[in-house]
């Protein structure tokens, strides 16, 4: 018997007039909480690189850049195109939702690269721009399954990104949405993209040594991330204005998961020849 849920409302609650969505506190508390984050490890006696206040601010400035910019122009270009060619206006309009995570994702990688190729020009980092750079990405790479947390969390309560019908005994209806009991697959998400794989990187991240080769962690993080994303695709319904891509079932996050896994192993692989080689 599916779990039946009522509707939660998207607005957390209301200041002076302004509503404030789940969604939006989905994104503070994962920005704050990385920051927190990103500063132990840069501060910590082990860590590869050092920032300081400064450079902290403005590399969390750039990371949130990255991800609103890429996030949003991976939806736009990836997922509903024809839409927004027709309504050019509503690409600005982040209110209505729509954000790629592949998106974000090479959001924050040219953001980071920006960023450390800023600071090693002006002799504030030492090493190169490419070290700066990885060593940047996979510290985020442990802090980055807290915000897919939040992020599918948030995802849930809007009722997005559902899953397919399905018989299974913790399938959910949402009242006056929808009569066919689904797959909560945010939530499948949130546990794999979020839990798991916090716990996987920060583990590779504080036992293993696969820290003092720059980008191993990244593409470790691209991988994994690609693996469960396109586990969970299997639980979850296609974007209605997209559907499957091929007649035997492949979605747009399979697809772009693929790709991804494809540059973290050749990331992962570069990193051990480059430090090898050295």
């Not at 949130?64 to 027709?86: A, D, H, Q, T």
């Not at 450390?116 to 790479?141: C, E, H, P, Q, V």
């Amino acid at each position: 018997m599916a779990l039946v849920i009522n509707p939660i409302s998207p607005v957390a609650f209301s200041v002076f007039g302004l509503d404030i969505r789940w969604y939006a506190l989905a994104y503070i508390a994962a920005f704050v909480i990385g920051y927190f984050m990103i500063k132990h490890f840069t501060r910590n006696p082990g860590s590869q690189i050092k920032l300081d206040k400064k450079q902290l601010d403005d590399l969390l400035t750039a990371i949130i850049l990255g991800v609103i910019i890429g996030g949003r122009l991976g939806y736009v270009l990836f997922y509903n195109l024809p839409f927004f060619l027709s309504h050019p206006l509503e690409i600005f309009a982040v209110w209505h939702g729509g954000m790629s995570f592949h998106g974000g994702l090479v959001g924050v990688i040219v953001a980071t690269f920006l960023f450390a190729w800023n600071r090693t020009k002006s002799g504030s980092l030492n090493g190169s721009t490419y070290d700066n750079a990885f060593k940047l990405l996979d510290i985020m790479a442990v802090v980055a399954p807290i915000g897919l947390f939040f992020g599918r969390i948030a995802n849930f309560i809007n009722m997005e990104v559902m899953g397919r019908v399905t018989d299974v005994p913790w399938a959910v209806v949402f009242v006056g949405q929808s009569e066919l009991p689904r797959h909560p697959s945010p939530l499948y998400e949130a546990t794999l993209e979020g839990i798991i794989l916090f716990v996987i990187m920060y583990s590779l991240y504080r036992f293993t040594n696969l820290r003092r080769f720059p980008g191993a962690l990244g593409g470790i993080l691209g991988m994994l991330y690609a693996t469960f994303r396109i586990f969970c695709e299997q639980f979850r319904a296609p974007d209605i204005q997209i559907g499957f891509l091929t007649s035997w079932g492949l979605t747009m996050g399979q697809l772009l998961s693929g790709i991804m896994f494809i540059a973290g192993a050749v990331i992962f692989t570069y990193a051990f020849r480059k430090k090898l080689s050295k």
